[in-house]
């Protein structure tokens, strides 16, 4: 993994012998001389976003040559929706708000380190970290300095993709020798760049699990070429999501957003990829097998312990169905005692609209996945999930619904009875202390049902 802390004592050492090459000081200074022209533009945007204002000057220069009607994302005009990576951008009113969106897109809102070691990584960072596998200092930072090409330093260029000849030269100047010409006329540019709390992790930092995540996914599901699990969402990475997202349907833009990185996680646990090819039709033999075992008897006459599913197939791998199923089961387990009618709705009714909102949330017929439990359905999404508990206030949402449509009936046999008979006993208990626990119990139930399918939980015995 490429991580900032591994490169930090490098960028601080070229930097510190980093020396513009006498042929090139007349072209540095020219360049360095237009960036600063845009000086309050960029500084309108650093009021914006905390960036500063040279960054933006240095982003510029390499995206389109310091043009104003284009898209500081990609060098694409401001005027029309952007055509590659980042693709759907815009239009924009203006260069600062065009900039605003590609800096909020990159992480960098929020930022706090701007030494020139950090910004020397975030630059490399848009063209890419190969040049360090080659022994290369990258010329997209040194190009037209003594850091880079003969006879100083190494030559060597990647004229397209995955093609490096180490006899090639790019005449193109580096963002680090701008800025140091930018710096010698204009000393009001400082370079102090220490974060302002000790440890703090920056924003690109807290997002690099996730990419290295979808990284490893998107090559298990086959990318070409194969990604470099690094972290970095650079070019590379943003072309196979704009891959995935065309052929998987969703809106093609080479970035991972919530719906792009709950379809990638699901798409590696499908049927047939390892791990992952359990079948969960008999965690609902289980639950009815259980459902037999609570139910009690009628004239002498046990109810029948699979109840039909009406629209749903026999075996099936859809947790949507799963709920939908074990909803039915509870709301089923006995008849109320004696003719009273009920007077609320069935359980399965009450739930409606929340299993509709599951549905939503776990991308039942091709809609944005959030996931079970976290870890219940793979490594992957428990990863994601771990620390933002939002499977978990899922399900103890589902069952503080279940618990309010059971209170009503303490009386009653089978789970709900159960559950009325501990919500009647103590006082207050299923206002305030319950859902909490139900909350709880959601991840301990679901873990259960995870246990079932690898056949690791003992079946339930049948009493007399």
């Known amino acids: 993994m490429i991580s900032f802390e591994s490169l930090k004592a490098e960028y601080e050492r070229n930097w510190a012998s980093l020396e513009i090459r006498p042929g090139r000081l007349t072209e540095a200074n020219a360049v360095a001389r237009k960036a600063l022209n845009g000086k309050t533009t960029y500084q309108q945007i650093e009021r914006l976003t905390g960036v500063p204002w040279h960054f933006t000057a240095l982003c510029h220069y390499r995206e389109s040559n310091f043009d104003f009607d284009t898209y ?223 139910r009690p008897a009628v004239g002498g006459t046990t109810l029948p312990a699979t109840i039909p599913a009406k629209t749903l197939p026999a075996t099936t791998n859809d947790p949507i169905s799963l709920f939908e199923r074990l909803f039915s089961l509870v709301n089923k387990t006995a008849p109320m005692p004696g003719p009273a009618t009920p007077t609320t709705p069935a359980p399965v009714d009450q739930l409606k609209q929340v299993v509709d909102l599951l549905s939503t949330l776990l991308n039942k017929d091709g809609k944005p996945v959030l996931g079970q439990v976290n870890g219940a359905l793979g490594e992957t999404i428990g990863k994601l999930l771990d620390g933002k508990k939002t499977a978990l206030g899922i399900g103890g949402s589902v069952l503080t619904a279940l618990l309010s449509s059971v209170t009503a009936s303490p009386n009653a046999g089978g789970l709900a009875g159960l559950l009325g008979t501990v919500v009647s006993a103590v006082p207050g208990l299923g206002q305030f202390a319950m859902p909490i626990s139900l909350a709880l119990a959601a991840w301990g139930v679901l873990g259960k049902m995870e246990k079932w399918v690898q056949g690791t939980a003992p079946p339930p015995k049948v009493t007399t």
């Open 72 to 294: 500081l994302g990609n060098g694409e005009s401001l005027h029309r929706v952007t055509t590659i990576v980042p693709k759907g951008r815009g239009p924009f009113a203006t260069f600062v708000d065009g900039a605003v969106d590609a800096f909020r897109l990159e992480n960098f809102i929020g930022a706090q380190d701007w030494g020139i070691a950090r910004m020397l990584f975030r630059l490399e960072a848009f063209n890419g970290f190969g040049y360090h596998a080659k022994g290369v200092n990258s010329p997209y930072l040194y190009g037209g300095s003594t850091l880079y090409g003969p006879p100083e330093a190494r030559a060597g260029k990647f004229v397209r993709d995955h093609v490096f000849d180490s006899n090639h030269v790019d005449t193109q100047l580096g963002t680090a020798a701008i800025l140091h010409a930018m710096m010698s006329l204009d000393s009001s540019i400082t370079l102090d760049g220490s974060p302002q709390f000790a440890g703090r992790t920056e924003p690109e930092d807290d997002v690099a699990s996730t990419v290295i995540l979808m990284q490893q996914a998107l090559n298990k599901l086959g990318a070409n070429p194969p990604l470099a699990e690094d972290g970095i969402s650079g070019a590379k990475t943003r072309a196979a999501v704009s891959q995935f997202q065309q052929q998987n349907g969703l809106r093609d833009t080479g970035l991972l957003d919530a719906a792009t990185v709950a379809a990638i996680t699901r798409a590696t646990q499908q049927p047939g990829t390892a791990g992952q090819a359990a079948d969960l039709s008999h965690v609902l033999t289980r639950l009815e097998d259980l459902a037999q075992v609570l």
